[in-house]
């Protein structure tokens, strides 16, 4: 009874932690998901994302302002584009970068993604030796917006 009583006490100031250090689009999403793995200690796993980050996601460059890339759903009525990038992530670590080939056909690269922080999320892409950093600052059901880190 008193692990369950620790367990819950911890898991509440988690969330109450979690909510109030999270951009308020994200923290909605996340309020009651922190999950105990054993004793006292939280983890953040991929099921503490908003579940509308698990898609595929178009790049809108056009949106981008700086170092902040904006990302749509397939439905969205981009501008007239020769091509564009996307990505996609899955809720079992999958990820797929979708890039313009040499010959502008598509090309998918696979990957891994995991947790590294609050809402930072680190991958890393079967052709490239070093993991990318992203934040995420903004995701619903419309829209991605990340910033990319080192």
């Known amino acids: 009874m008193s692990l369950f009583v620790s367990q819950f006490g911890v898991c509440c100031l988690l969330s109450i932690l979690f909510i109030t250090s999270v951009p308020s689009a994200i923290a909605l999403e996340f309020s009651d998901r922190i999950e105990i793995i054993s004793g006292d200690i939280a983890q953040i796993t991929p099921m503490n994302l908003p579940n509308a980050l698990f898609r595929q996601w178009i790049h809108s460059h056009e949106e981008d302002q700086g170092d902040i890339w904006v ?10 584009a020769r091509g564009r990038e996307g990505m996609e992530f899955r809720e079992n670590g999958e990820f797929f970068r979708y890039q313009i080939g040499p010959t502008d056909r598509i090309v998918t ?3 891994q993604w995991r947790m590294k922080d609050t809402n930072v999320i680190e991958i890393k892409l079967a052709n490239q030796p070093t ?3 992203m934040t995420i600052l903004e ?12």
């Open 71 to 80: 990302y749509r759903t397939k439905g969205y009525a981009f501008p007239p």
């Open 139 to 150: 995701c619903n059901e419309q829209i991605l917006r990340i910033q990319q880190t080192q």
């Open 109 to 111: 690269v696979s990957g």
């Open 131 to 133: 993991a990318i950093s």
